[in-house]
């Protein structure tokens, strides 16, 4: 049987993924970084750091949850970690919405499927969201204060280092290798002057 | 136990595969694709298409094969599927030189795990490399020529119908469902007017 013409509508409007820009530039600070090459990059990063998951955890769930959490930010777009509230609120509806448009694209029973990944990563139920979670948090304090990394003080002069540790502790704590490194990325920014004690 | 700096370092040295442009346009015509919004594509390819492979398939091997297929390129680059032969023997040559300066940065019982991912893409043995490849195959087809595609009549003038099809047979017509979606898109193509014949 060939794919049905639905799934391949969804593949063609999930290209537009690689227009949506993030706040985060690439590690050399040549652009911005695309919301598709983000979810390859964690993608890679679960591979890689796949043993500083805690024991028992399903890799293979936390590459899927990472390859699709970003989908609906083809209709809603990406909102800095450090936005308002308000604007967090107004984000989660307009995903909501996003996810029924760019789901429905696909059949019936592979919907579900898709509405289960997206419910699951941002539930933050199960240990594998969370880990995901702790990756996307992770991945762009990589790029940006990451060895070589050049800071973002002239994009967001705001922020500071207690400020960053402060708003992705929840999202870190609980997998200690991962909060260690987040913490040294952080020194070693105030370090080479990249981004404000 | 933290994540050792050479995981680390091996990450953001992938940071650059999002700098590698490949001859594929996204599907609106607006840019080059880069390899790593390629690879994140080809794993969703998978996971979307995935009742279309056979049966007792290890889709979650395919969706690593695919997250890593393309990490040579960083210093390798990329080369179109139409290049002459000598070409891609020169292409095959650098990649194996690629794979041992950016495994080399990881810790060596993990190099071994990403070099058995690339061998195993690369000699085709495994349904999954062959399953991953066949995606592989499809995906630039379906951003040039799939439905509302722009063609590549400028870049690639001389590309015609039977001659896509003819070097992209032996990585589909292992699989059905895709070699006919593979041959509709074609002939769609030649209906629009953005391939010749």
């Given at each position: 049987m060939?794919?049905?013409?639905d799934?391949?509508?969804?593949?063609?409007?999930?290209?537009?993924l690689?227009?949506v820009?993030?706040?985060t530039?690439?590690?050399?600070?040549s652009?911005?970084?695309?919301?598709?090459?983000h979810?390859w990059?964690?993608a890679?990063?679960?591979l890689?750091?796949a043993?500083?998951?805690?024991i028992?955890?399903?890799l293979?769930?936390?590459?899927?949850l990472?390859?699709?959490?970003d989908?609906?930010?083809?209709?809603a777009g990406?909102?800095?970690?450090?936005?308002?509230?308000a604007?967090?609120?107004?984000?989660?509806?307009?995903?909501e919405?996003?996810?029924?448009?760019?789901?429905g694209?696909?059949?019936?029973?592979?919907?579900?499927?898709?509405?289960?990944?997206?419910?699951?990563?941002?539930?933050?139920?199960?240990?594998?969201?969370?880990?995901?979670?702790?990756?996307d948090?992770l991945?762009?304090?990589?790029?940006?204060?990451?060895?070589?990394g050049?800071?973002?003080t002239?994009?967001?002069?705001?922020l500071t280092?207690?400020?960053?540790?402060?708003?992705?502790e929840?999202a870190?704590?609980?997998?200690p290798?991962?909060?260690?490194?987040?913490?040294?990325?952080v020194?070693?920014?105030?370090?080479?002057?990249?981004?404000?004690p």
């Amino acid at each position: 049987m060939n794919p049905p013409p639905d799934q391949i509508a969804f593949l063609l409007a999930c290209d537009r993924l690689k227009a949506v820009q993030r706040t985060t530039f690439l590690h050399d600070g040549s652009r911005a970084e695309n919301s598709a090459e983000h979810s390859w990059h964690l993608a890679l990063m679960a591979l890689t750091l796949a043993e500083h998951a805690p024991i028992g955890m399903d890799l293979n769930r936390v590459i899927r949850l990472l390859l699709v959490h970003d989908l609906v930010e083809i209709h809603a777009g990406d909102l800095h970690f450090d936005a308002p509230d308000a604007d967090h609120a107004a984000q989660a509806q307009a995903e909501e919405r996003a996810a029924h448009a760019l789901y429905g694209l696909l059949p019936d029973d592979q919907q579900a499927d898709f509405h289960a990944l997206r419910s699951e990563f941002e539930a933050r139920l199960t240990p594998e969201a969370r880990f995901a979670r702790a990756l996307d948090a992770l991945q762009p304090m990589l790029l940006t204060w990451g060895e070589g990394g050049l800071g973002c003080t002239g994009r967001a002069p705001e922020l500071t280092a207690s400020r960053v540790l402060r708003l992705k502790e929840s999202a870190l704590r609980d997998f200690p290798a991962l909060w260690t490194l987040a913490q040294e990325i952080v020194s070693g920014a105030v370090r080479a002057g990249t981004l404000p004690p």
